[in-house]
């Protein structure tokens, strides 16, 4: 675990660099130091406000520059002569300069500070490569505007900024949107709570006023202000906006209370435990942020293929300066390098990767996927096993009736209503499984007198007159009462708990339960199963429970009876030939696991350990959810791939042609061509990204 997360902190270190490429990217991680204790106090501002300001930011910009795009492509030679029509008056050239300038440097700002930033850590990429081709332009179009002869570059240099500027706008839009989803879980936050006080009187406070240590009081349908562990009450609580849980969940003394979650009927008192940074919310809110930040693999082969581009392209500059040099003219020779060097920037590739990252951010927090690491989550489509732990996470991790064998004196309903009568009187989870049956089955409960709890034995009521008694196999033996070994050991062989119910100390029959397995694991398997993908359960739990759950499941392979510390040796050995291996649990014996494996998945009700090692939480608690992460990982690679291919492929085409290779059987690229090609590039990998989805 020590290793992984040592590997994790270079590993961001190392991007840290790299996110210092864009300027929008820089100040939005100077944001991010910024205190969280306004998120878990019901405050909208910070993360989403900063979003909004940089969304704003780019807006106005691109208005701005394209409103003075408009008399300036009016007044361009280049677009006059296209369109074959002339505007001369006095100063017209002059006009032309200032509109070009005040676009240059006020909608050209975000990509020149972004080019300082790489010259600074010399790591040349994306914001050094448009810089340089609207410097070039700029530079080039103000010398043939007053000084030199030539064509202007005024239309490309300002065409280019409108759509790098437009493409980042639609990016932190896309981001925004992937932020939306869990930003208005701030909103959920109550702003006040009813403190008890010192002497028991109930005070109205403000949320921020609250400390870890406070006590306050939840009323009916009021929503909970803060995480904490309750002491007094019982309830249901509905949990669904923050878990995913659709059931509201039975609360009473020492079980948790999560902030955001919505009480029910009862009333409840709550020692605070967490406030501010600390709270779920809070943590999920930061979950999305960390995704936001993670700059994927693919994102850094984008940059590293901006930067062979400046290479490339002051390389290809400076031959086809000197080849046109030779000929003579000049000023042609020139041109074609202030051509070679505008086309050659990137602004199709730059919005290539960025875009479908946001893209699958979105999606993915509608699917309610955190991408907590982006980049272990872009190669879930090459999984080759996916590690269940099962308490919790192929199981509900509740006990369940399974099996219900009567005498012959007795009907199953009656047998099953003697024990859901007897055990609504005790908290164990095997009665709560019974009694859970019983509700299911709507049957009536019997007047229950003289409740008794036998120590490791079971429990004995009186029923309409009789004695009831719901023992253990153990205290069958003990008072040597008869009943049918071979029933018994068949469901003892499937790991399941068996109960028998006596009435007058007669057998009236048995009733097995077990841990009930999930619904949605049945597709999980199956689907993982028939994609290829070994699925490997590994469990703590004994041989036998593991064995029936993994045949019921048809997992490929069960380990079991795994201590804590040996889940992530397995997870070793499973790696073992190259494999690329995923973990999914929910609880602290799985952290080590989840940071071991090559993709960790946590459920989202787990532990705040395991969701911490994690690289994706599934906030829904279904691990169903898993086909949506491969699913979406293969989707975002496949738009990734054709982005790229579309982007460098174009510059790959472009840069020769408007060097002027084929010049001389009259094909070349004119600035209006290139101008044209651009945009047109432009828009098909946004449109292309956009249109990433899965089934």
Not at 59 to 72: A, E, H
Not at 217 to 224: A, F
Not at 463 to 475: D, H, L, R, T
Not at 494 to 506: P, Y
Request: charged share 20%.
């Amino acid at each position: 675990m020590t290793n992984r997360n040592s590997e994790k902190s270079k590993h961001n270190h190392r991007e840290h660099h790299h996110e210092h490429h864009e300027h929008h990217h820089r100040s939005h991680q100077n944001h991010d130091g910024h205190d969280l204790s306004g998120h878990g106090h019901g405050h909208g501002g910070g993360h989403a406000g900063h979003h909004e300001h940089m969304i704003d930011d780019f807006k106005k910009r691109f208005w701005i520059s394209i409103i003075l795009t408009i008399p300036l492509t009016y007044l361009s030679p280049m677009i006059q002569m296209l369109f074959h029509y002339e505007v001369t008056f006095t100063g017209n050239t002059v006009l032309l300069f200032l509109l070009s300038t005040i676009v240059f440097f006020y909608g050209g700002k975000p990509f020149l500070l972004g080019a300082w930033d790489e010259i600074k850590v010399k790591a040349p990429g994306m914001m050094l490569l448009i810089s340089l081709a609207i410097i070039t332009a700029y530079v080039y179009s103000t010398l043939t505007a007053f000084f030199i002869a030539g064509s202007d570059f005024y239309f490309e240099l300002a065409s280019l900024i409108i759509i790098m500027l437009l493409g980042h706008w639609i990016e932190m839009r896309s981001i925004m949107g992937a932020s939306k989803a869990l930003e208005e879980l701030i909103k959920l936050m109550p702003k006040e709570a009813h403190k008890i006080d010192a002497s028991g009187n109930i005070v109205e406070v403000s949320v921020e006023e609250l400390h870890p240590g406070d006590e306050i009081l939840v009323k009916s349908g009021e929503k909970i202000p803060l995480d904490g562990v309750i002491f007094e009450g019982q309830s249901t609580v509905d949990e669904s906006m923050l878990t995913g849980e659709s059931v509201p969940v039975e609360k009473g003394p020492g079980m948790k209370a999560i902030g955001g979650a919505v009480n029910g009927e009862g009333v409840l008192k709550i020692k605070v435990n967490k406030t501010g940074n600390d709270t779920y919310l809070a943590q999920v809110i930061q979950l999305v942020r960390d995704a936001e930040n993670t700059k994927s693999k693919a994102q850094g082969f984008a940059d590293i293929a901006a930067k062979w581009l400046f290479y490339v392209a002051v390389v290809s500059g400076i031959i086809t300066m000197a080849y046109w040099g030779t000929t003579g003219d000049f000023d042609f020779a020139l041109e074609r390098m202030v051509t070679v060097l505008i086309i050659a920037c990137p602004h199709a590739l730059g919005l290539a990767m960025p875009l479908v990252t946001s893209r699958s951010t979105s999606i993915a927090a509608k699917k309610g996927l955190l991408i907590r690491n982006r980049i272990p989550f872009e190669s879930a489509w090459k999984l080759d096993r996916v590690v269940f732990d099962k308490t919790g996470t192929l199981t509900e991790g509740n006990f369940g009736v399974t099996d219900i064998h009567p005498s012959n004196t007795v009907s199953e309903e009656e047998l099953l209503k003697l024990a859901y009568s007897v055990e609504t009187q005790s908290d164990h989870p095997i009665a709560k499984g019974i009694v859970k049956e019983g509700k299911a089955r709507n049957l009536e409960l019997y007047d229950v007198t003289n409740y008794r709890n036998l120590t490791g034995k079971g429990l004995t009521a009186d029923v309409n007159g009789s004695e009831i008694a719901v023992i253990s196999p153990g205290a069958m033996r003990t008072n040597q009462i008869a009943f049918d070994k071979e029933t018994y050991e068949k469901l003892a062989q499937q790991g399941k708990t068996v109960v028998f119910v006596l009435k007058d100390n007669e057998l009236q029959g048995m009733i097995a339960l077990a841990d009930i397995i999930r619904e949605s694991s049945y597709e999980v398997i199956k689907h993982l199963n028939d994609r290829g993908i070994e699925t490997v359960m590994m469990t703590g739990d004994n041989r036998r429970v593991a064995n029936y759950v993994g045949e019921k499941l048809g997992i490929s392979k069960v380990i079991a009876e795994v201590l804590p510390h040996e889940k992530s040796d397995h997870v070793k050995k499973l790696k073992e030939g190259n494999n690329n291996v995923a973990m999914i649990g929910d609880g602290i014996n799985d952290a080590p696991a989840l940071a071991e494996a090559h993709l960790g998945i946590a459920i989202g009700a787990g532990t705040d350990v395991a969701i911490e090692t994690a690289d994706v939480v599934l906030v829904n608690s279904d691990p169903v959810d898993i086909v949506n992460i491969v699913k979406l990982s293969k989707a975002s690679y496949r738009k990734m791939v054709q982005n790229l291919a579309w982007a460098a492929g174009y510059n790959i085409l472009a840069i020769p042609l408007a060097a002027g290779v084929l010049y001389h059987i009259g094909i070349f690229i004119t600035p209006a061509i290139g101008a044209v090609v651009m945009s047109l590039s432009t828009i098909i990998v946004a449109i292309n990204a956009q249109l990433l989805k899965i089934d």
